[in-house]
């Protein structure tokens, strides 16, 4: 028995072939294999089956000589593959999807694509169509395609508010009056708490509890309750007597109604 035989059984009998290959790794009988690694090569196999030779054949030396032979080198009984081998994937996706691209629209292929068949893919699609990078680049150091070149892809991100800025708006929304009270909750909530707005918005006003006793205020957003300090807690007071900016709401209905005022209902 060997793990090519029991490749060729998995064709049509997979569950089985697996739980028997498992009992033979684990009982010394056969080497070890790591599953995600094996269960990637016949990935790629299938991938390549009923595409155009002009796409099929780059992508198989990509698949075999840049991620197979990577991730076989780096994978260990203590390492799996399971990481690289989601990553190589995606990047094996993407190129087909660039190569038939190329193929049926330009009718040309990785050899001899261009610099402006690179762009226009990358500016006519998603920010997964980056993923093609490093098909570039090895296109480009195995001699393939000489006049390619993709660098590296810096995701674009919004610049975070400052500190001092952080303190000006949460005094403007603590002791301000330009802005409705479910309003100022629920931007205090963001900034004091640094919860999104979506959860925000989902908040209930069962997520407050009042200590009898002391008058202190506690919310919840996970596992553990936080305490809420003052001056934000006497705010949070003359909310909750009001109906939490939805008209007509009171009593044991307000229970299921989301505090900042954000949302109908909660769901």
Known sequence: MTHEGLDAAAKSANREANHLRALFIHHGLLPYQD??????????????????????????????????????????????????????????????????????????????????????????????????????????????????????????????????????WLRELLTGTSESLPYRVAGILLLLYAQPLVRVAKLRTDAIETNESTGNMRITFGPHPVPISEPFADLLREHLKGDCGINGVSGSTRQAVCLAGMSWICR
């Open 35 to 168: 599953p995600y690694l094996a269960r990637f090569e016949t990935w790629i196999d299938d991938k390549l089956r009923h595409l155009p030779e002009e796409v099929a054949k780059p992508v198989a030396q990509f698949a075999t000589w840049h991620h197979l032979r990577r991730i076989r080198s780096i994978t260990t009984p203590e390492k799996s593959a399971q990481a690289p081998v989601h990553s190589a994937k995606q990047e094996i996706t993407e190129t087909v999807q660039f190569l038939d691209w190329l193929w049926e629209t330009h009718q040309r292929t990785a050899a001899n694509c261009t610099q402006q068949d690179i762009e226009t893919w990358l500016a006519t699609g998603s920010t997964t169509r980056k993923a093609i990078r490093t098909f570039i680049v090895f296109i480009k150091n195995t001699g393939t395609n000489h006049r390619v070149d993709m660098g590296h892809y810096t995701a674009k991100t919004r610049p975070a508010i400052t500190q001092d800025q952080r303190v000006a």
